[in-house]
């Protein structure tokens, strides 16, 4: 059975269970290049608002409002209905534009990045236009069509997302996620926390007596004639006898330092060199853990805040970690990689807690600087959105006779182990992510499937993959590759093949009804012979969800500067190449974290662009699904020409500017937001006094069709807020507002304010 023939099916599965952390591979020999930008687009795609007028072939005029979506299938299929008029060319001023519904469908695709909806095979399947006669209502539709050119065929995300109905979306957990308790440190004073991964691994530095620690993200050193350790902390140095303390100021450094190799690997150690000095009161609490830990940091004692609305939760407000306490003296709740823990005071013992929250925290208000948490309460809206858009695949064409898979590289000859639950097995020697099935050997690659008959190459594209490899548990580092599936090609004589992935291929997966980070296990590095292979951890980042982005961030402080915890270094003795820093990673989205580099997808954390994980193939071969949204350069299909579309501050009125139409455009008076379709063929305004037919004649609509235009009033204010709240954040660059809601304010007021649903 291949997943091409079954595509449809697979890609429904993979849409309802979501996995693992993947690991792609990050080569040992030498540090992975940063993807290369795109080139700038003159005129990146936006959602221009509503309402939008366009000028038809007929000369005549069209005026459409902001669809209402009705549904939105695997989102992939939308379902929308929206008010229009029409007006024929030459009509007196005084004869009213026809009103009418339509009913319009599409395909859609999604650009996460920039949280744009794309209406791909847009048609009217339903009209309704009381004044215009029917044997011109066909045309009348045809020309509206065809009036709509590519440039506006998209609306903002988040004005879809407030359409769809959460209860219809049932959260289906992978099987088998873990959510035992991390090892959770507690301080109030300064403090920092070095995460291992495993027993610490030291590798040789050339022509010195100084070796560093391969598996952590911070720069520790063991010099060797004097067994003294030394760690980096800011622009200072600190050392102890054990690698786990105690640590103090280091004083001089050995000369070994000034030694260090004069490249990029060490350029941060060497901006360091000698050492800003440090009194005893300004060294940190140093938590040494050989497993990812946490760490909950407190500015001096917990500063409680009532949440507005709730009777006794209170927000810990001095620090960068979710830490909530019912009273000042009942238990404390911390919330890390999407997963609720509590405790009967902060210094533990910690319990799994997402499943019996109180129902306090379902109040916390969308104001509150900390509302990003709603996403991780189980029930809430914003959890079940947070599933949705976990769902929403991420696709690329690929050319087949064009793409080059990487080399693997291997420690030694290809090792095989086999994967628990299957007769499948993986590779472990590698940092690729290699499977194989029987006699044949598929390697995943940033998104791409390829095949091969050898375990080393050479590797073609793949155009099926064996059903199994679906059915790799959530226990094995490689269950990250069941979410990158071959689409169903409707041309099979090209040399294209289209692949998608969903986000349990970049590490955010669905449990206890909600999307969380990490599988919650922890797998052991491999490491013989001087090469280090880790896997991708659950902790050890303080990882947050971000509710701009769609993804999981990680927070910068005192968890060291290279990203998270596990790949922070690799050597390779055979090439004597060093990569520290550049493969530092963590989950994307992380705000405050200069050089944060994550092998899922190719990026960088200072940026956004390149975060889907096809962007880091960076050639023509490989063509991302969401390339739409780089430019709204488009031709008018119906007149040939460039078009724009301007709007008043006040959102009344429009304007439509064909140029070299002719009429030199025109303006067309309208009631902004405020005109809706409704389902039963009528268009409606409210301004207060209740619904009434748009164009002032006629009735009022029945209960049933006043219940829905409310419900639709409803999701479209909140899109429209939603919608700002995000371009204040994006005008940002992100650096605000990541932890709330209502990020447009900064943050939102401290306690919040109404909760606004």
Partial sequence: MSIRSANRSVVTLLAAIFAVTPVLQVLAQAPPAKAKPAAAAAQPATDPGWPRAYTTESQGQVVVYEPQTASWANQKHMVAFAAASYQTKGAAATVKPALGTIKLEADTSVSLETRLVKFGNLRITESNFPTVPKEQLREVVEQLTNAIPEADRLIALDKVLAFVRKSTIVPKDV?????????????????VVVNFDGDPIWSPIEKNDLKFAVNTNWDVFEHEPTKTYYLRYNASWLKATAVTGPWAPAGKLPPSFSALPANENFAEVRKSLPGKSLSAKQVPSVKVTMVPGELILLSGAPNYILVTGTKDLLWVSNTESDVFRLGKTGTVYYLVAGRWFSAPDFMGPWTFATPKLPEDFKKIPLEHERSRVLASVPGTDEAIEAVLLSQIPQTARVDRTKIEAPAVIYNGPPEFKTIEGTSLQRAVNTGADVIQAGAIFYYCNQGVWFTSKSATGPWQVATTVPAEIYKIPASSPSHHVTYVVVEEDDNDNDEWVTFAYVAGYTGLMIGWGCAVWGSGYYYP????????????????????????????GRSAVAYGPYGGVGAGARYNPRSGTYSRGAVAWGPYGASGVAEAYNPRTGAYG???????????????????????????????????????TTRTDQGAAISRNPQGAGNGGFVAAGEGGNVYAGRDGNVYKNDGSGWQPADGG????????ADQLNSDRAARTSGSQRTSDYGSVKSSGGTRGTGSYRGASGGGARGGGGRRR
């Fill in 525 to 552: 590095p491999y490491y013989y012979g001087g090469i280090y292979y880790p896997h991708f951890s659950t902790y050890g980042y303080s990882a947050h969800y971000n509710p701009w982005t769609g993804a999981y």
């Fill in 175 to 191: 099987p088998g996620l873990k959510a035992d308790p991390p090892v959770i440190f507690y301080s109030n004073t300064p403090a």
């Fill in 606 to 644: 200072q940026t956004r662009q390149g975060s889907n994980a096809y962007g880091s193939w960076g050639s023509s071969a490989v063509v991302r699904g969401d390339d739409w949204a780089a430019t709204n350069r488009y031709t008018n299909r119906a007149t040939g020409t460039t078009t724009r």
């Fill in 698 to 705: 006629g009735n009022r609509p029945t209960q049933q069709t």
